[in-house]
């Protein structure tokens, strides 16, 4: 019986190796269900910080890649002993028959999960974003009379969004101390001992500020260009000079204007990732 009790492991080990892929599957739909609590938890942070000072500084990571990785090892040794100089009284005493086996099996899996972060360092996203929270807490007033936030958002989003109510949405979250977070706040942050929560059905302000957010981390102002050749004649020092500028379309942009809904503009990202962005699959 003590054979086949290890056989039984010893082909559970074996059979467990089929349900990897499943283990792979499940964790990456776990690690991928992250991704949003992640930014909804940045930006409710940084909402709090701006909450207790208005001239605080954004601190935002964009998540560009990640992995999840699960690994089974198994393995099972087997070792014979053959004794035919026992007599039955010694191997009726000791429990030995003349052949015994013995299994040792073992199993292992090793689980890797990361998320690979990029922090905004470029100082006009970090402005953009800035002013996107002192909009957002001081409900569209200014907070420096060095940047004027509304003009700085608009040339951002010039030829696609004329209305910033659409991409800065106000009045969504919740403030107070801990003891005031209702139980069915659906996310929270704080800063210290302020607290900011957002209900259920505040969840699309929530929402469509964090890609806002997401949008001036990663992208840069792109309204419609055309390339521009101008010659000028020397004063004497140059017979003439050929400049190439690149200045926005007005025509286009006017075009853009005119039509009616929303139109994806061309991104340009400042700092592509060394690998694809995006959640990737590292097989066993």
Not at 120 to 141: E, P, S, Y
Request: glycine content about 8%; some cysteine; aromatic content about 6%.
């Amino acid at each position: 019986m003590g054979i086949l009790r290890w056989l039984f492991i010893g082909s559970l080990l074996v059979l467990g190796g089929c349900r990897t892929h499943l283990s792979l599957r499940d964790n990456t739909l776990r690690t991928a269900g992250t991704l949003t609590d992640l930014n909804y938890q940045q930006v409710l942070d940084n909402l709090a910080r701006f909450e207790v000072n208005s001239a605080a500084m954004p601190s935002i990571a964009v998540i560009n890649a990640g992995t999840v990785t699960v690994a089974d090892q198994k393995s099972i040794n087997a070792n014979g002993t053959y004794a035919p100089t026992l007599t039955a009284a010694q191997q009726l005493g000791s429990g030995l028959p003349i052949l015994s086996l013995l299994l040792n099996p073992s199993g292992s899996r090793n689980l890797t999960e990361n998320w690979s972060l990029l922090p905004v360092t470029d100082v006009d996203n970090l402005r953009r974003i800035r002013c996107a929270f002192q909009m957002v807490v001081l409900h569209g007033q200014e907070a420096s009379q060095c940047i004027d936030c509304k003009e700085l958002l608009e040339r951002f989003y010039l030829g696609e969004q004329s209305d910033l109510k659409c991409v800065i949405p106000t009045g969504w979250y919740h403030t107070g101390c801990r003891d005031q977070v209702p139980p069915c706040a659906c996310y929270t942050g704080h800063c210290g001992d302020l607290w900011v929560w957002v209900m259920p059905h505040d969840l699309d302000g929530l929402t469509t500020f964090t890609m806002t957010v997401v949008d001036l981390a990663t992208g840069k102002p792109h309204a419609p260009t055309k390339s521009v050749v101008r010659t000028y004649k020397a004063d004497g020092t140059l017979d003439n000079t050929q400049v190439t500028t690149t200045e926005i379309d007005e025509e286009t942009l006017k075009q853009l204007r005119q039509e009616q809904g929303t139109q994806d503009r061309v991104r340009q990202y400042t700092a592509p990732p060394v690998v694809n962005p995006g959640l990737f699959f590292v097989p066993r």
